[in-house]
């Protein structure tokens, strides 16, 4: 599984892009992390642009696979985006310039006070 970190150490998303790739060579797991973890399903921390985000940890190898293979696509700088929630609901986001959803990549913008 991936090194667990916290909000307070995330990652710049460089790094959190060679983190990934790294996990998807080096493992054969199936899931990012415990989804039953005491630290719950915030998994993997990343800052970028002013802003906290989180890998869940029953993000999945192919929806990992697949946001990467969006990153090369994009040069290395996807376009991230959220995803329109419902009040009180995680802000999922989205990837590259048609807003898609990478299904089994669990990905989400923190926001303090939810």
Same mark, same amino acid.
């Given at each position: ?44 921390? =990343? #800052?970028?642009? *002013?802003?906290?985000?989180?890998? %869940? ?5 192919? &929806?990992? $696979?697949?946001?990467?293979?969006? =990153? #090369?696509?994009? *040069?290395?700088?996807?376009?991230? %985006? ?5 009040? &009180?609901? $995680? ?21 303090? &006070?939810?």
């Amino acid at each position: 599984m991936l090194a667990q970190n916290t909000r307070e150490s995330a990652l710049r998303r460089e790094e959190f892009h060679a983190v990934l790739q790294n996990w998807l060579d080096q493992s054969f797991d199936a899931r990012a992390g415990e989804a039953d973890s005491h630290a719950g399903p915030a998994w993997l921390w =990343v #800052r970028h642009g *002013g802003a906290h985000y989180y890998l %869940s940890a029953a993000s999945t190898r192919a &929806g990992i $696979r697949e946001y990467l293979r969006l =990153v #090369r696509n994009a *040069g290395g700088d996807p376009e991230w %985006s959220l995803e329109t929630s419902l009040p &009180g609901t $995680r802000d999922r986001v989205a990837v590259g310039p048609d807003h898609r959803i990478v299904d089994g990549f669990e990905f989400y913008r923190h926001v303090a &006070g939810r």
